[in-house]
């Protein structure tokens, strides 16, 4: 058996681009809304609960519009919206990381300087979720599946009716 020539898809840079620019308006759009929501939720409850709760509130909500607007995927799901507040805390982890290592060589950095990192690391970490959520969250199934268990209508006519039936292409190696 052979695999499936890669056929090339038009995932190409014009449309990376497109999903680039979306994935900014609707997580800058979002961002921007939590800033406001969490002014006025702070001043109803403490800032700490305040902050985790328009955090999650507002990971739900980019993740949907990702999924519908950004990436237009079909994957729905609890799943998605794991994996995707993993990409959030790793991005946590990664601007924080960032801040702290400023203040361990620097103790007192100016507000300039510190806002320059976060902003700096912010924006690395948005791409680094931007390539996760591209290509790990949302990322299009590579074949379509034969949700039938029949054989592909181009598969050899040799191959013995009781051989199991590959839902994807896949390289099989006899040995």
Do not use: D
């Not at 969490?38 to 909500?61: G, H, K, Q, Y």
């Not at 994996?83 to 702290?100: E, I, K, N, P």
């Not at 591209?134 to 209508?153: E, L």
């Amino acid at each position: 058996m052979t695999a499936h020539a890669h056929l090339p898809t038009r995932r190409t840079a014009r449309p990376l681009l497109e999903a680039f620019v979306r994935f900014v308006v609707c997580g800058g759009g979002v961002g921007l809304a939590a800033g406001g929501a969490l002014i006025l939720l702070a001043e109803r409850v403490p800032l700490v609960l305040a902050n985790a709760v328009i955090t999650v509130v507002s990971t739900v909500i980019a993740t949907e519009l990702h999924s519908r607007i950004s990436f237009r995927s079909e994957r729905k799901g609890w799943r998605v919206h794991l994996q995707s507040g993993l990409t959030v805390a790793v991005s946590y982890a990664f601007t924080t990381a960032a801040l702290l290592g400023l203040h361990a060589v620097q103790p007192a950095p100016s507000v300039l300087v510190e806002q320059a990192v976060y902003l700096s690391a912010s924006a690395m970490a948005g791409a680094g979720r931007f390539v996760l959520l591209r290509t790990v969250v949302f990322a299009p199934s590579t074949a379509p599946s034969n949700t039938t268990g029949t054989a592909p209508s181009n598969a050899q006519s040799s191959a013995p009716s009781n051989a199991p039936v590959l839902a994807k292409p896949a390289v099989v190696i006899a040995a």
